[in-house]
């Protein structure tokens, strides 16, 4: 059984800073493509930013424009967890936050959520 797991999420102020985590457990993020993605009432959901194994030690990620500079993905392959680190919060970030994972190594077309087979509970962050 696949469970994912975020935790993080929180009231903060414009210009702060906030990690979020997403523990996996049931499912080995080290070698699949996963992601946050984040949604807004009434709005669909959008990618914020992905991770997946790269060539060599190093891994792929991408990430939204619109967090580029602010945001950075990473994950703890010894603790199966995924992070999304936050700086620079806007009131435009505020949004409920959800991990996704997929059961292919590569993230191509990352920001659409139908590419993804596993969802966490979403985590909100609200930014003022």
């Known amino acids: 059984h696949v469970q994912l797991v975020e935790s993080g999420g929180g009231s903060v102020q414009a210009g702060g800073s906030q990690r979020l985590s997403c523990a996996a457990s049931?499912?080995?993020?080290?070698?699949?493509?996963v992601a946050w993605f984040r949604q807004v009432p009434g709005k669909q959901r959008e990618g914020v930013a992905s991770?997946?194994?790269?060539?060599?030690?190093?891994?792929?990620?991408d990430s939204d424009d619109s967090v580029k500079g602010r945001f950075t993905i990473s994950r703890d392959n010894a603790k199966n967890s995924m992070f999304l680190q936050m700086n620079s919060l806007k009131p435009e970030d505020t949004a409920t936050y959800y991990c996704?994972?997929?059961?292919?190594?590569?993230?191509?077309?990352?920001?659409?959520?139908?590419?993804?087979?596993?969802w966490g509970q979403g985590t909100q962050v609200t930014v003022s």
């Open positions: 996704a994972a997929q059961t292919v190594n590569s993230c191509g077309l990352w920001y659409l959520p139908s590419r993804y087979h596993y």
């Open positions: 991770i997946a194994p790269g060539r060599g030690s190093a891994d792929w990620t």
């Open positions: 049931g499912y080995d993020g080290t070698m699949y493509c």
